[in-house]
């Protein structure tokens, strides 16, 4: 059975803090996602990568970093946490466009609240 | 770019009705669609999903779309709907990104209630 599976399901941290949400999945896949879920705003890609340290911004990568050492570990990074990034976050992995498959496979999601 | 429009923030259907999601998409060349579920408190999975090809697309859980070039659609259908149907529904269309893959952009979702 396929898996992305995301470290925390719930996080609580407060303002200013370094935060880490980390990502793997166990289908050899080349791309990995960030995306955060608001209500009534859908889902918004943060950053996505294609391969290993490589990485590119997506729609919001504003406040956000990310890195990509090993092919099943995608993480993301909030360099000084702040209230308005409370939210939903959602990592997900698919094939390489190349091999034609592009569905994307989701974790269970990581629900962030800033203090 | 390309963006996805979901009209119905919310559908009231009751149960053993039919249902039909809205979708439609601005792409310049051949998109690539998806429709995804989120239940409460889980992950998206994948319900189907359209390439190229036959036009009218058959799902899990019953579900099937039809992409329509013309009206730039890619409308989501279930003859009958089942109480656990009840979720969070989001369209998607992928567009080509770096490294050849496709980056899919989100709609807002439609969240679907389903009265006994």
């Known amino acids: 059975d396929v898996k992305v599976t995301q470290s925390s399901r719930y996080l609580v941290k407060r303002t200013g803090e370094k935060v880490f949400l980390e990502c793997v999945q166990d289908?050899?896949?080349?791309?990995m996602f960030w995306y955060r879920q608001d209500p009534g705003l859908g889902l918004r890609l943060i950053y996505f990568?294609?391969?290993?340290?490589?990485?590119e911004k997506g729609d919001i990568p504003e406040g956000y970093s990310v890195s990509r050492e090993k092919k099943e570990r995608f993480s993301l990074i909030l360099e000084s946490a702040s209230t308005n990034q409370t939210s939903m976050y959602l990592c997900?992995?698919?094939?390489?466009?190349?091999?034609?498959?592009?569905?994307?496979?989701f974790g269970p999601g990581t629900r962030l609240t800033v203090l | 770019a390309q963006s996805v429009t979901q009209p119905d923030i919310h559908i009231t259907v009751s149960e053993g009705a039919s249902l039909e999601l809205r979708c439609n998409y601005s792409?310049?060349?051949?998109?690539?669609l998806f429709w995804y579920v989120q239940s409460p408190g889980q992950g998206l999975q994948l319900l189907l999903k359209?390439?190229?090809?036959?036009?009218l697309v058959q799902g899990i859980k019953g579900f099937e779309a039809e992409f329509k070039r013309s009206q730039s659609s890619f409308n989501l259908r279930k003859p009958s709907v089942h109480w656990s149907d009840a979720a969070e529904y989001f369209c998607?269309?992928?567009?080509?990104?770096?490294?050849?893959?496709?980056?899919?952009?989100f709609g807002r979702g439609t969240s679907l209630i389903v009265h006994p």
């Open positions: 997900a992995s698919s094939l390489s466009g190349l091999a034609g498959n592009n569905e994307q496979f």
């Open positions: 289908m050899d896949h080349e791309n």
């Open positions: 990568s294609y391969d290993v340290k490589m990485k």
């Open positions: 792409y310049g060349a051949t998109p690539y």
């Open positions: 359209y390439f190229s090809g036959d036009t």
């Open positions: 998607a269309v992928g567009a080509r990104g770096s490294g050849g893959s496709y980056i899919p952009t």
